[in-house]
């Protein structure tokens, strides 16, 4: 259980974006009881919004999926950095979760996280000093970095020994891929570093870690390939290490998956050693899903599976953008009040999906499918549509967006709706 009282009591006022102007400070918790509601201008847009419903689903989904297959799950924090729905992911049975930074770290600690894995090197005075010390504050902290180097073994132990903690830190030796991010290149160079971590003075070994999603095409046959022929190193790296007692702990960790090919991972990783063997995804992006990059790798995602994930209803865009016309300049082109400040535009640019209109309709209505988010700069998207398309100045237009994570990363606050776009809360963001 997290204590979130923190959040809840904090002071949010018109400052805020997203929040009416000039609206005395509240409490963060209080937002939910004010009885805004998105459609009825109570609010300023752009403004980036949670459905609840959908959130929901997309823990029970995430669940349901972890408990068939029997792999943990320890979901990146970085997509959300929010505490409150670190909260919701750890009560829908998740082991931990996982941060990329040292601060990310701290935010996790200070609401209550216990478990958690830093899918990336640890490195740098700062950094190595200050996670010894939340390591000696909380005893029931489990952490776990990433090691994929002798040099960077040798840079941490050079500023442990200086503060001789009364516990070891704990590691994972990463296994990398040629021509890719960080890890090491061959199972030769990464048994030798196992070896240098097993002899270390302050350093244990504690299991295998790699990622595979920049890797992921949207082949499906190439993904399950290449995924598949990724885990096996890690395995069989993993056995060479068990035969040599090189692991410290009294269990295995072995992770990897991204949001794009988490299946494959749960599939191909799981396997016996010695010691029993904790094998953890960790997804991120699943927990608002999105409505372009991930929403199609999610199909090949069911697809694999087969059975009933085939044909059950798959995970739920939870995470809008909405923001009015604000200029119909040419009959072809609307400006809308988003742009590169409110939402995602790395991997797709958004996607208009909704359309209302005060006064005429009472509830949203489905955007055309040719209405299309043609570009945006800071603070405006260009939306095109049809010359007679029945769109005007004030309306309201609702778009999903493709990678949650750069979307939340624009918000302090990010506003929960129920189905008819009642405001029901609040959720802070750590960034």
Not at 68 to 73: D, E, H, M, P, Q
Not at 242 to 270: C, H, M, N
Request: charge should be neutral; charged fraction near 20%; hydrophobic fraction near 45%.
């Amino acid at each position: 259980m997290l204590n979130l009282d923190a959040i809840a009591n904090e002071p949010i006022d018109g400052l805020t974006k997203g929040l009416p102007p000039n609206i005395a400070p509240l409490p963060l918790a209080a937002i939910g009881t004010q009885g805004w509601h998105l459609l009825r201008g109570d609010l300023p847009f752009p403004q980036a919004v949670i459905r609840d419903s959908a959130l929901a689903h997309n823990h029970a989904w995430m669940r349901d999926f972890t408990n068939a297959t029997g792999v943990l799950l320890a979901p990146h924090g970085k997509t959300t950095m929010a505490p409150q729905i670190f909260a919701q992911q750890l009560d829908a049975g998740a082991w931990g979760i996982t941060v990329a930074t040292v601060q990310q770290l701290e935010v996790c600690v200070r609401f209550g996280v216990r478990h958690v894995l830093m899918a990336n090197q640890l490195l740098g005075r700062s950094a190595v000093r200050e996670v010894v010390r939340l390591h000696e504050a909380h005893p029931d902290l489990e952490f776990h970095f990433l090691i994929d180097s002798e040099a960077q073994l040798r840079l941490i132990e050079a500023e442990v020994r200086q503060l001789a903690p009364s516990r070891r830190l704990t590691a994972l030796l990463e296994l990398g891929v040629p021509g890719g991010r960080t890890g090491c290149r061959t199972a030769t160079q990464a048994l030798e570093l196992a070896r240098a971590i097993a002899a270390s003075s302050v350093v244990d070994l504690s299991g295998i870690e790699c990622y595979e999603g920049l890797q992921i095409t949207g082949d499906s046959a190439r993904d399950a390939e290449f995924v598949g022929g990724l885990m096996r190193a890690v395995k069989g790296l993993a056995l060479s290490c068990d035969r040599e007692k090189l692991f410290a702990g009294p269990t295995i960790i072995l992770t990897a998956g991204g949001s794009a090919a988490f299946d494959i991972v749960a599939r191909e990783l799981p396997t016996q050693l010695s010691l029993p063997v904790q094998t953890i995804l960790r997804s991120g992006c699943y927990v608002t899903h999105d409505s372009g990059f991930y929403d199609r790798m999610l199909e090949r995602v069911k697809a694999r599976s087969g059975g009933p994930w085939q044909s059950r209803p798959g995970l739920q865009p939870a995470l809008e953008v909405w923001a009015q016309v604000q200029s119909r300049p040419e009959p072809a082109l609307a400006l809308l009040t988003m742009g590169k400040r409110d939402a995602s535009f790395d991997l797709d640019l958004p996607i208009a999906k909704w359309h209302f209109r005060g006064g005429r309709n009472t509830s949203v209505q489905r955007a055309p499918t040719e209405w299309k988010i043609s570009a945006m700069n800071d603070q405006h998207a260009y939306l095109r549509v049809p010359d007679n398309a029945d769109i005007d100045v004030g309306d309201l237009i609702g778009s999903g967006i493709s990678h949650p994570c750069t979307t939340f990363d624009k918000w302090r606050v990010l506003l929960t709706v129920d189905d008819e776009y009642r405001i029901t809360g609040a959720i802070r963001t750590f960034f």
